[in-house]
């Protein structure tokens, strides 16, 4: 009897051991690290000091709206359709990433821009949306930048993240895309240059250079996420700035026209690349032209009676 309850007590206590063993195995394989509160490896430099003429422009309690007339390049044909490019200032959050509910001496001002494209391929509709966050005094890579694509044959979300190096992360529909985590170096990104050009293009990246593409221009074409070299120039002809990134490797050369005169407005760009698969691939220029500006707190007006406004982007 007290040998059975010997082993009885023994046999508890292993299955204690064993279990709290198992829990602490599991938790250790499915925990997740700590968030990265800042960034830590990035240098930042100090402040570049902001003019009386941007504080007055952008810190209005406005966003600043503009429309487009977009030709885009989808399989080997130009499609028509219409962008928009959203500019507005808002407090960021550098460890979350996220736009801060409230005040702190810890948010970063950004500049962000929200750049949306629809086009028609036959039948089905495409949408495109793009997000990056700048800190307006210029002094580091952006924190965030993210893209959302929508077709009927599904829908892939791609974002990058600027903490102790780039963090890339990945949803597709697509086998060999899928899910993807990876770090990349932290290098110039392409989608950074349009809030550079409207924050102080006279620190735009000239020269040979590594630039990591749009996560637009990635995902469409289903290239590797990494920095490419590429040849950044510029040029000014009757007060419009011309710039220009060629990517010799991914045969693709985009150029953003803007207004060399403060709020340095985009008035146009275009990307050349080849697009298209097999015999039908060919080298096809996306354009986009503007329409018309709003400025305006477009979070507010979201009533049936406000969709007039949309006709004063002329969409």
Not at 55 to 84: C, P
Not at 101 to 107: E, Q, R
Not at 272 to 290: C, V
Request: proline residues 5%; neutral net charge; charged residues 25%.
């Amino acid at each position: 009897m007290k040998e059975k309850r010997f082993l009885k007590i023994v046999g508890t206590a292993l299955l204690f051991v064993l279990g709290a063993s198992c829990i602490e195995k599991k938790d250790a394989n499915n925990s997740m690290p700590p968030p990265t509160t800042k960034v830590e490896s990035e240098i930042v430099h100090p402040k570049k000091p902001l003019s009386d003429e941007f504080k007055q422009y952008w810190y209005a309690g406005n966003a600043e709206i503009t429309s487009y007339v977009l030709e885009q390049a989808r399989y080997g044909e130009l499609r028509d359709g219409h962008a928009v490019l959203i500019y507005v200032t808002e407090p960021f959050l550098p460890g979350k990433q996220v736009k801060a509910d409230g005040k702190s001496p810890d948010n970063i001002s950004v500049l962000k821009l929200n750049l949306t494209k629809k086009f028609l391929t036959g039948i089905y509709p495409y949408s495109i949306m793009g997000s990056t966050f700048y800190p307006v005094h210029d002094n580091q890579h952006a924190i965030k930048t993210s893209l959302s694509v929508q077709e009927w044959c599904g829908h892939v979300y791609s974002q990058i993240n600027n903490r102790n190096n780039f963090e890339f992360t990945s949803h597709s529909y697509f086998e060999n895309e899928a899910d993807q985590k990876m770090e990349m170096e932290k290098n110039i990104l392409e989608n950074e240059i349009w809030t550079k050009i409207r924050i102080n293009p006279e620190s735009l990246p000239l020269g040979q250079l590594k630039i990591i593409p749009s996560l637009e221009f990635l995902r469409l074409y289903h290239k590797e996420p990494k920095a490419y070299a590429a040849e950044a120039s510029m040029s000014t002809k009757d007060g419009i700035t011309t710039y220009s990134l060629a990517y010799p490797e991914l045969e693709r050369t985009l150029r953003i026209n803007f207004a060399d005169a403060f709020p340095h407005s985009i008035e146009s760009w275009t990307e050349e690349t080849r697009d298209g698969f097999g015999t039908n691939a060919k080298q096809l220029i996306t354009s986009a032209k503007k329409i018309r500006t709003l400025k305006t707190a477009y979070w507010g007006q979201h009533g049936n009676n406000d969709l007039f406004l949309r006709d004063s982007l002329g969409l």
